[in-house]
Structures are given as structure tokens and as C-alpha cells.
């Protein structure tokens, strides 16, 4: 059975950087659109940044020019660069994605989450 397994999360000072990674299981022929979403203590989890499989990319507003999602399709491996980091950033980050299994068959897991702490 196919897994996401995310990494990159930490504590980080206000205006830092963190690299998040969500790094699909072998059994994972190839991931076709990822989400990152995050959940902050006491509130709804909400969408962050989308990657399609053409590459084309969108942002929540309150991220927009600080956040960058990528992909190495070699490594079966989004990641999402974390710059300008604020203190309303801290959030567990949740990587979603719609993969092709080596079976042939299509499906949609979640990462495990990975927690993002900026404080001073």
C-alpha cells in the first residue's frame, strides 16, 4: 500500500525558512496533483498551495510570495519552500496528493503531517 511521507518541519525564529518534503512510497508510480494543506491549533484545516501535474501552481492569499511548491518527478517527491515565515504560520502542514499506484489503479493519500512552529 502506497504512503506519503512528509519531513522539513521544526521550530523556526519569525522571518525564517523551513523546506517541507512529501515523498511518495515505492509502491507509487507517480504523483499527479499534491496539495498542501494546514491545520493551526483550534481552527479549520485550510488549503495552502496546489501543484497540478502540468506543473501549474496556486496559493492561498495569505501565503502568496512567501510560499513555493515544487516537484521532482524523478523522486516522486513536492516540496514547499517556506520563506518569510510569521508566527500565524506555525500549523501542522499536510501533504495530499492523487497518485498512481503500481497496481494501475489511482488514489488519493495523506501524509502523516509535520509540524511548523515560528517563534522568537
Known amino acids: 500500500q502506497g504512503q506519503l511521507v512528509e519531513s522539513g518541519g521544526g521550530l523556526v525564529q519569525p522571518g525564517g525558512s523551513l523546506r517541507l518534503s512529501c515523498a511518495a512510497s515505492?509502491?507509487?508510480?507517480?504523483?499527479?496533483?499534491m496539495v498542501w494543506y494546514r491545520q493551526a491549533p483550534g481552527k479549520e484545516r485550510e488549503l495552502v498551495a496546489h501543484?497540478?501535474?502540468?506543473?501549474?501552481?496556486n496559493y492561498a492569499g495569505s501565503v502568496k510570495g512567501r510560499f513555493t511548491i515544487s516537484r521532482d518527478s524523478a523522486k516522486n517527491t513536492v516540496y514547499l519552500q517556506l520563506t518569510s515565515l510569521k508566527p500565524e504560520d506555525t500549523a501542522v502542514y499536510y501533504c495530499?496528493?492523487?497518485?498512481?499506484?503500481?497496481?494501475?489503479?489511482?488514489?488519493?493519500?495523506w501524509g502523516q503531517g509535520t509540524l511548523v512552529t515560528v517563534s522568537p
Open positions: 495530499n496528493a492523487d497518485v498512481t499506484m503500481a497496481s494501475g489503479r489511482y488514489s488519493s493519500l
Open positions: 515505492e509502491s507509487i508510480v507517480s504523483i499527479l496533483a
Open positions: 501543484i497540478t501535474t502540468d506543473g501549474t501552481t
